[in-house]
């Protein structure tokens, strides 16, 4: 065969498959695109965007109200620091310190947070970092309370800002089980999109909104 038809039919081939990707709207130029676009995503956005980020995880769901404030975008602060204030305290941190503190009105089920790797030494009192605890399933996000060090190793305590104490495995949390900081809040509530399809095997009080929840927030 010569070059010429060679090129030719890599030509038509690719002709075919741009129309079949973009302009094709059959079931099969549909499940097309959606293909490239699950492989482009998996394989090409978040490998990427993990190296440029540090962290194996760069975009997290939050799959629980534990860090959730009442009226979430729109929270009072003052009203809510009012009916946490002695669980902080109790942590030496007062109002003025914490209104510095990164999500500082928390944020609810269903955001997706933007996440970056981040040395142990440069984690502060505040930071909303996520980390593996074991026995876990999936990875928690809470804010930090505590810092010490041992033998050279960071050790860290978090609490959820919703919840009344701190979990059993929230003390002493290893430098080697944080996966990152997280920094901002990308979309409120297009995690939802992914979450709705497990909202069955929580709890039933665990279900739905957290606006909807029996929560101390």
């Given at each position: 065969m010569s070059e010429e038809k060679k090129e030719s039919?890599?030509?038509?081939?690719?002709?075919?498959?741009?129309?079949?990707?973009?302009?094709?709207?059959?079931l099969k130029g549909w499940l097309l695109s959606l293909l490239i676009i699950f492989i482009f995503i998996k394989f090409v956005f978040f490998p990427v965007l993990s190296l440029t980020t540090g962290t194996s995880l760069p975009l997290?769901?939050?799959?629980?109200c534990?860090?959730?404030?009442?009226?979430?975008l729109l929270s009072d602060f003052n009203a809510w620091w009012q009916r946490h204030e002695t669980k902080y305290t109790s942590f030496g941190i007062n109002q003025t310190e914490f209104s510095h503190f990164s999500f500082v009105n928390g944020f609810s089920k269903g955001d997706i947070l933007f996440i970056v790797g981040v040395s142990p030494k440069d984690i502060k009192i505040g930071n909303v970092i996520i980390f593996d605890?074991?026995?876990q399933s999936t990875p928690v996000i809470h804010r930090v309370i505590n810092i010490t060090q041992n033998n050279g190793v960071y050790y860290f305590s978090t609490i959820g800002d919703s919840n009344n104490g701190q979990l059993s495995f929230e003390n002493g949390i290893s430098q080697n089980e944080i996966v990152g900081k997280a920094v901002?809040?990308?979309a409120p509530f297009?995690?939802?999109?992914?979450?709705?399809?497990y909202e069955n095997q929580k709890p039933v009080n665990q279900r739905g909104f957290c606006a909807?929840?029996?929560?101390?927030?």
């Amino acid at each position: 065969m010569s070059e010429e038809k060679k090129e030719s039919k890599i030509k038509k081939f690719f002709k075919r498959f741009w129309f079949i990707l973009w302009k094709d709207n059959s079931l099969k130029g549909w499940l097309l695109s959606l293909l490239i676009i699950f492989i482009f995503i998996k394989f090409v956005f978040f490998p990427v965007l993990s190296l440029t980020t540090g962290t194996s995880l760069p975009l997290a769901i939050v799959e629980s109200c534990s860090m959730y404030h009442t009226g979430n975008l729109l929270s009072d602060f003052n009203a809510w620091w009012q009916r946490h204030e002695t669980k902080y305290t109790s942590f030496g941190i007062n109002q003025t310190e914490f209104s510095h503190f990164s999500f500082v009105n928390g944020f609810s089920k269903g955001d997706i947070l933007f996440i970056v790797g981040v040395s142990p030494k440069d984690i502060k009192i505040g930071n909303v970092i996520i980390f593996d605890p074991p026995g876990q399933s999936t990875p928690v996000i809470h804010r930090v309370i505590n810092i010490t060090q041992n033998n050279g190793v960071y050790y860290f305590s978090t609490i959820g800002d919703s919840n009344n104490g701190q979990l059993s495995f929230e003390n002493g949390i290893s430098q080697n089980e944080i996966v990152g900081k997280a920094v901002f809040r990308i979309a409120p509530f297009i995690g939802w999109a992914k979450l709705i399809f497990y909202e069955n095997q929580k709890p039933v009080n665990q279900r739905g909104f957290c606006a909807n929840q029996n929560l101390a927030s």
